[in-house]
């Protein structure tokens, strides 16, 4: 493989455990962009997104959090 298919293969590994991660931590749905840019979860309580986001963030990950 060359570098840029390792690199790219490490990032979708990454992505793989934070869907991952987003549904053991109570997502009932968790979704990566095709181009895998960006993760979402549905969370059924604000409560918990808002936890759940602020744990990817504190791992520096950029986590935002919206309740409806």
Known sequence: LTE???AMDKRIGERMEQLE???RQGAFAAVMSGSGS???GLFRDAGTAFLVAE???EKDVAAYSHAL
């Open 55 to 57: 744990g990817f963030r």
């Open 38 to 40: 960006s993760l979402f």
């Open 4 to 6: 840029q298919a390792r």
């Open 21 to 23: 991660q987003l549904l």
